[in-house]
């Protein structure tokens, strides 16, 4: 299982006879199994989320000062990674003509598999990786946990005891699902920041359509970015409002976008220069060692349940309990 999460299934089974001597296993029997131990990782996850229910949900802060550079914060981040969905069989294929507009709309949206990944910081320090119970794209099956349920959990299990509010600061990169999952975990006066290179991103990608030229987008750029990494919104708003546009729909969605998002810009070379988070750097990398790295390479498509069920071991390898899983069957 251990290596089923850093090679292909095939690669697997070839390393096992290549030590062995003899085909022990098919690629599709480590498959079953890698979905057989996710599912009782599942059961596992939804059991302590119905058991923490008894426990009190901690309180949160609802004013801390994010350039203080000794005031507390608990950071939390969350984000999406998408892999390849698997085709329909032939089968199905052969009667795709009697499908119903909503059977059709449903085969589109699964060109692509959705998991979502949160990491909360724990009282140690230390990041704790979470993903839904389910084997699902959506969070699961039957009475599985979703990503908020196993998130409340562990706060209630890690900050219920908490004597003083909890400071929770969320880096995001500005997704409406995700802010909406913030405020039903934290409430609506939870401290969202926008990472900056997130930010720094959709300047440039908007700029680019809204330049004539090169040396004209660097220059737009440079100036918009400066007025940013200063929490400068209103200027930097103020000089877009007086550029000319190559594509006037591009300029409108990035003032709609800054606009948008102005609670969650801050100065950021205020904060970085006592040293806080402004990036969601370590979610990036969490989200890719979770899904991207083993599933998203060249050629692979995955099944909802399989692609959840690997992302659910690696994530239990990720917090540091692997042994612990097997302990029992050694």
């Not at 609802?62 to 999406?80: F, G, N």
């Not at 409340?152 to 999952?181: C, F």
């Not at 220069?273 to 060249?298: F, L, N, P, T, Y």
């Amino acid at each position: 299982m251990y290596y089923c999460n850093r090679l292909s299934f095939a690669e697997v089974s070839k390393l096992l006879e290549r030590v062995s001597g003899e085909r022990l296993l098919c690629e599709q029997t480590l498959c079953n199994w890698v979905e057989r131990k996710a599912r009782e990782v599942g059961a596992a996850l939804s059991s302590e989320v119905s058991a923490s229910r008894s426990l009190a949900l901690p309180t949160f802060a609802e004013s801390l000062d994010i350039y203080d550079a000794d005031s507390e914060e608990v950071l939390v981040s969350t984000d999406a990674i998408q892999v390849k969905a698997q085709k329909p069989s032939r089968e199905r294929r052969r009667g795709a003509e009697h499908d119903s507009p909503e059977e059709k709309e449903k085969k589109v949206k699964k060109k692509r598999i959705n998991t979502d990944l949160m990491l909360i910081q724990g009282r140690d320090g230390s990041f704790r990786h979470l993903l839904s119970a389910g084997l699902g794209g959506g969070g699961g099956e039957g009475t599985a946990a979703s990503l908020c349920e196993v998130a409340r959990a562990y706060l209630r299990r890690e900050w219920g005891e908490n004597p003083e509010p909890v400071p929770i600061v969320a880096i995001t990169d500005g997704a409406r699902s995700i802010r909406l999952m913030l405020e039903e975990l934290f409430g609506p006066s939870v401290r969202v920041i926008l990472d900056w290179y997130h930010l720094a991103k959709k300047v440039y990608q908007l700029l680019s359509m809204v330049a004539h030229a090169k040396a004209e987008r660097e220059r737009m750029e440079g100036r918009v970015l400066s007025f940013l990494w200063h929490g400068r919104l209103l200027e930097a708003l103020s000089y877009l409002g007086s550029v000319s546009a190559r594509r006037e729909e591009a300029l409108t969605e990035l003032v709609t976008y800054l606009e948008k998002h102005a609670s969650e810009i801050i100065d950021y070379e205020r904060r970085a220069k006592v040293s806080k988070v402004i990036g969601s750097g370590r979610m990036e990398k969490a989200v890719d060692q979770a899904v991207g790295i083993r599933q998203k390479k060249k050629g692979m498509s995955w099944s909802e349940t399989g692609s959840h069920a690997l992302a659910l071991l690696k994530v239990v390898e990720l917090n540091g309990e692997w042994d612990e899983l097997w302990a029992a069957a050694a």
